[in-house]
């Protein structure tokens, strides 16, 4: 069956965070400033404006280590309610042209706006638009990617950032992948990333040539996606609405582990980022999961629930340290851990569980 070429936008604010806080605060206009933890405490970088990025400062480091980069920097907490409040404002404009809106975060959502504007030309000049309304309703800026997939799309948005506009057509498609750097592509991790390093291969036009049966023999399914990635094919949809059940982080480690405590550091981290994404959210969950792969890739989980849910990371650490504690034994070796939460609670909800639900000792389930 012939498929018809899509026109997909892709767009994300720039320094999201960082932005706002320039915005509602002008003093702060021009000069470095990073929204997250307090570099006094064990907290990390949410973002950091353009002018704190020239130090090397990005999201996920360490404060301190952003404090010692920049310590001239501005560093504010998070305002997750304005936050949320300017990401409705924004996806209520990428609603107008089309209803296939697939948000990713707060400030990101790729649009199918073929039915709108099925040339790409078209499609630059609505993205466009897009970033005019943003700027008038908001002023903030967003960077837009338009091409005929997700995946060139978000290339796209990423190519000239802030305030930029980038078209890539099916024309251009091979030249830009051909040398795109791996870690640019969808689904590639730390871990593949090395792996792929060790081989040789650094750009797009590599794993092209290294072809996909070898690329399948190494990574399995997901190295016959990569290879179509490298094709420049991507027929994933835009999908505008994914209920989400669950919030989780995971991560497959560097080198299998067997030091309870070292694991006991990396849920620490994991918690952190599910706290900044339920916190980005505004919602809780009632269970928690943690997720363990042994070395010999079998995988358990254990789960434990409680009426007033889980919010903060300092929430998920006792018992995250309780469930691992019945898993380890110091003898099997662990490649990856993951943190979960589901049964998720509205505003609302927490609110009410929180102020009407006495806090009851959790139980352990087995899923
Ligand atoms: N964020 C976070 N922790 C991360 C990544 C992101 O708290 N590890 C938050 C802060 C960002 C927002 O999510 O402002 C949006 O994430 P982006 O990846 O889009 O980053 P920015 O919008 O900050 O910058 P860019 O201009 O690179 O898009
Ligand atoms: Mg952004």
């Known amino acids: 069956m012939h498929q018809r070429t899509r026109a997909i936008l892709h767009i994300d604010l720039d320094a999201f965070y960082a932005s706002i806080e320039q915005r509602d605060q002008p003093e702060y206009r021009g000069k470095p400033v990073i929204v997250g933890g307090s570099p006094n405490r064990r907290g990390v970088v949410a973002t950091a404006s353009y002018e704190a990025r020239k130090y090397g400062v990005h999201s996920a480091m360490p404060s301190r280590t952003a404090y010692r980069l920049c310590p001239q920097a501005i560093f504010l907490p998070a305002r997750f309610e304005v936050y949320r409040a300017v990401s409705q404002q924004i996806m209520a404009i990428f609603r107008k042209p089309t209803a296939l809106v697939e948000p990713l975060s707060l400030d990101e959502a790729y649009l199918d706006v073929t039915d709108t504007a099925p040339h790409l030309d078209e499609a630059a000049r609505l993205a466009s638009e897009i970033k005019r309304q943003i700027w008038d309703q908001t002023h903030l800026t967003a960077s837009a990617g338009i091409s005929y997939c997700k995946f060139l799309a978000k290339i796209a948005s990423d190519a000239h950032k802030p305030d930029g506009l980038t078209v890539i057509s099916q024309d251009d498609a091979s030249a830009f992948l051909g040398a ?97 994404r339920l916190a980005e959210l505004g919602i809780a969950g009632r269970t928690l999961t943690l997720k363990v792969r042994w070395s010999s890739f079998e995988l358990v989980t254990r789960a434990a629930s409680r009426a007033q849910g889980f919010q903060s990371a300092q929430d998920m650490l006792p018992v995250l340290r309780t469930l691992l504690a019945g898993l380890v034994d110091g003898k099997r070796a662990v490649r990856l851990l993951g943190v979960m939460v589901s049964g998720l609670l509205s505003p609302d909800e927490l609110l009410h569980v929180r102020q009407f639900v006495a806090p009851s000792l959790w139980e352990e389930e087995r899923v």
Do not use: H
């Open 180 to 276: 795109l750097p791996i870690e640019k592509f969808f689904g590639v991790g730390k871990v593949t990333a090395a792996k792929l390093r060790e081989l040789g291969i650094q750009t797009g036009g590599d794993l092209k040539q290294l072809g996909e049966e070898r690329l399948r023999d190494l990574f399995g399914k997901q190295g016959g996606q990569l290879y179509q990635y490298a094709c420049g094919v991507d027929d994933r949809p835009v999908e505008p609405v994914r209920e989400r059940k669950s919030v989780g982080k995971e991560v497959t480690l560097e080198r299998d582990i067997r030091d309870p405590r070292e694991m006991e550091r990396i849920l620490e981290n994991l918690a952190l980022q599910v706290e900044r």
